[in-house]
């Protein structure tokens, strides 16, 4: 059995589902279980309508709600046989009544909790993995559509809900493992349940976790991400187009690259993966042929320090001193414990004696972290700030690989460096606006000869 998780891009548009169902049909004797994402930016549009009900904007979130039925009608009805189409615009028609009455509930309301968050995103999988489904009966492959959220049971966390392993194993052992063995299970990424059924999502990017869980769950021999990309590159595409493809990376450092930034993977993938090592491999829909990246526990090591250079965007830096001569005990504990309380994960650490600098992307709540801990320290923020971090586990074999990467920075400003633990990783604070150099350059140093066990 093998898990094949097919991203936005990759189901959206007829097109795009056609090329999917050749994928998996060529691939029938692997038993793929098909996880997919909502079609395109449906999510996002999603979300957008939602704001728009709640900012009380009816004309506008009413054309919203057509154009993504037209969207979704469009392209189904492209890939769906002819004596099904009644029954595909029958379920449209429910779905997108649903969706009104949930939307003007919320315009009624005029209050977006993460609650009615996760249920309007959930539309965008529920429809896509309907309309796949569909779709693979056209194209000959045999299919069933199971409703993920019958299966991945999570926490209450609404936005970003943590699933619950034990019960979730269970019941993909119980329901989506034996279904397997005949038919292909095409199942929405992103969504789940609450103990109580209450639906839930595993946060943006969610659906590869969604793979990673199901693999684990029914024992996979693979996971498969297939994206929009030929795998894991060199360097952020959307930052410095012309990486190199890795053809293989350990899970440490896939993990790592996931979490500062390399949106290819949600950084939650590699945990189940890791726990029943199952392979995980990021394909290319549009290049079915490129062999991708192939993610195991034990990598080459290779003769290059770096693997990839990972960035994020959007970061804000917040600088405080303490207003006592030295660092007081309980210093740090007293900070870490109001980032905590306001839910806002730290991605950058450092600290001198009298002073500690740290990184983070959610500044929903900053202001009131600001407040609390100017009671006792002086505070500074600036927004604007990237990360970059170069990732590989030679990293740590290797000397002067920091050396290397000041020097080729040049003149760009480094606003804080920090050594992963794991030294795995060496990352750097900067301004946004000097990120495009910043990876130019990194890249030139550690991508200038490539071991070609390694890299293409
Ligand atoms: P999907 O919809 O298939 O989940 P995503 O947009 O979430 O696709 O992830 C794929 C995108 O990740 C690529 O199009 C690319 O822009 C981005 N990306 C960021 N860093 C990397 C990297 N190091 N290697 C490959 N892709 C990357
Ligand atoms: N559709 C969800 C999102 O856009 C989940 C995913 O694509 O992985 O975030
Ligand atoms: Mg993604």
Not at 16 to 31: M, P
Not at 212 to 237: C, N, R
Request: hydrophobic share 45%.
């Amino acid at each position: 059995m093998i898990v094949m998780k097919f991203g936005g891009t990759s189901v959206e548009s007829a097109v795009a589902i056609e090329r999917v169902a050749n994928i998996v049909k060529a691939r029938l004797d692997r038993h793929p279980i098909v996880v997919v994402s909502a079609m395109g930016k449906t999510t996002n549009k999603l979300q957008a309508l939602a704001q728009a009900a709640i900012a009380g904007d009816r004309d506008q979130y009413i054309r919203q709600l057509h154009d993504l039925r037209d969207f979704h009608s469009r392209e189904a009805r492209q890939v769906v046989p002819l004596d099904q189409r009644a029954e595909l615009d029958r379920v449209l028609d429910e779905q997108f009544q649903e969706m009104t009455e949930l939307v003007k509930g919320l315009a009624v309301l005029g209050e977006l909790t993460p609650r009615s968050i996760d249920a309007i995103s959930s539309y965008g999988e529920r429809l896509s993995s309907y309309v796949v489904s569909l779709a693979f009966e056209h194209y000959g492959v045999p299919c069933v559509h199971v409703d993920s959220r019958k299966v991945i049971v999570t926490d209450g966390r609404h936005t970003q809900a943590a699933p619950i392993f034990d019960e979730t194993y269970k019941r993909l052992m119980a329901t989506v493992a034996p279904l397997a063995a005949n038919k292909v299970v095409v199942m929405g990424g992103f969504i789940g349940s609450t103990e109580a059924g209450v639906t839930s999502t595993l946060g943006r990017g969610g659906s590869d976790f969604t793979a990673s869980i199901v693999g684990a769950g029914v024992h996979a021999e693979e996971i498969q991400i297939w994206t929009d990309v030929d795998g894991m590159l060199t360097a952020d595409p959307t930052v410095m187009p012309g990486g190199h493809r890795v053809k293989i990376i350990s899970f440490a450092e896939a993990a790592e690259l996931a979490y500062f930034g390399a949106k290819v993977l949600h950084p939650a993938t590699v945990i189940p993966a890791v726990e029943r090592n199952i392979p995980v491999l990021i394909l290319n829909s549009r290049r079915p042929d490129v062999p991708g990246t192939r993610i195991v526990a034990e990598a080459i090591k290779g003769v290059n320090p770096v693997k990839s250079i990972a960035c994020k965007k959007k970061i804000t830096l917040v600088n405080i001193q303490s207003t006592r001569m030295f660092m007081a005990h309980g210093f740090l504990r007293r900070i870490f414990e109001i980032f905590d309380r306001y839910e806002t994960p730290v991605d950058m650490i450092s600290t001198s004696e009298v002073s500690v600098s740290l990184t983070i992307d959610n500044t929903a709540q900053l202001d009131r972290i600001v407040e609390e801990i100017s009671a006792f320290s002086d505070v500074t923020t600036e927004p604007d700030q990237a990360i970059v971090c170069l990732v590989g586990e030679n990293i740590r074999y290797t000397p002067g690989v920091a050396a290397r990467a000041f020097s080729s920075l040049g003149t760009i400003n480094i606003r804080m460096i920090s050594q992963g633990a794991s030294l795995l990783n060496i990352g750097f604070v900067i301004a946004e606006k000097d990120l495009r150099d910043a990876v130019a350059a990194l890249h030139t140093e550690f991508f200038r000869d490539l071991d070609p066990e390694v890299f293409e």
